[in-house]
């Protein structure tokens, strides 16, 4: 029986809410305004070390299919072979492989999979809220991160050519996720 002292972490591991956590982007609709969406069936672990944030690790998958625009015939294009292609590319992954102190806050650095596409992505942590206990004896967290992709970096080329100059969709794509999180039982 060893009597050496084991080191205390202070790394946590929560579950991401799915009933409250979601992804929104938005992109340049006929080089006029934006269009936003989300995806809401968001899942995934977070270890977190609140007091060495360079130890968190996270993990997230994003179910396709949960796309939401406000529009069915377009949630029905995006999920086609022009854009997602979800029957093949059934999930949207962000697995984290460095975490940066910024004068900020800090970045997620991350290897982000759409399309079967992996591009490494920095996401900028807004928020991380103090751990609160809900009615239910739960301990939850919550954290807004948000980052700028160009879709055909990730196999998403389809697009329309407009009569007056331009093209029907954007290239950049604004994301920013949403989480809650409720911290597993040691």
């Given at each position: 029986m060893s009597t050496t002292p084991t080191a205390a972490t202070s790394v946590a591991r929560y579950d991401i809410d799915p009933a409250h956590s979601?992804?929104?982007?938005?992109?340049?609709?006929?080089?006029i305004s934006n269009v936003k969406g989300?995806?809401?069936a968001v899942k995934g672990t977070v270890d977190y070390d609140r007091a060495n944030p360079s130890a968190t690790r996270i993990d997230v998958s994003i179910d396709v299919n949960s796309i939401d625009t406000r529009d069915a015939q377009r949630d029905?294009?995006?999920k086609s072979a022009d854009f997602f292609e979800v029957e093949k590319y059934p999930e949207i992954t962000?697995?984290?492989t460095e975490?940066?102190?910024?004068?900020?806050g800090f970045e997620v650095v991350g290897d982000l999979t759409i399309h079967g596409?992996?591009?490494k992505v920095a996401l900028v942590v807004e928020d991380v809220t103090p751990e609160a206990k809900d009615p239910w004896g739960n301990v939850r967290v919550g954290a807004t991160a948000s980052t700028t992709i160009n879709r055909k970096d990730f196999g998403l080329t389809w697009n329309t050519a407009l009569e007056a100059g331009g093209v029907l969709v954007g290239d950049?794509?604004?994301i920013e996720i949403d989480v809650?999180?409720?911290r597993k039982a040691q």
């Amino acid at each position: 029986m060893s009597t050496t002292p084991t080191a205390a972490t202070s790394v946590a591991r929560y579950d991401i809410d799915p009933a409250h956590s979601g992804a929104q982007f938005k992109v340049r609709h006929l080089m006029i305004s934006n269009v936003k969406g989300h995806f809401t069936a968001v899942k995934g672990t977070v270890d977190y070390d609140r007091a060495n944030p360079s130890a968190t690790r996270i993990d997230v998958s994003i179910d396709v299919n949960s796309i939401d625009t406000r529009d069915a015939q377009r949630d029905g294009h995006l999920k086609s072979a022009d854009f997602f292609e979800v029957e093949k590319y059934p999930e949207i992954t962000f697995k984290s492989t460095e975490v940066v102190a910024t004068s900020e806050g800090f970045e997620v650095v991350g290897d982000l999979t759409i399309h079967g596409v992996t591009n490494k992505v920095a996401l900028v942590v807004e928020d991380v809220t103090p751990e609160a206990k809900d009615p239910w004896g739960n301990v939850r967290v919550g954290a807004t991160a948000s980052t700028t992709i160009n879709r055909k970096d990730f196999g998403l080329t389809w697009n329309t050519a407009l009569e007056a100059g331009g093209v029907l969709v954007g290239d950049d794509v604004k994301i920013e996720i949403d989480v809650e999180m409720v911290r597993k039982a040691q």
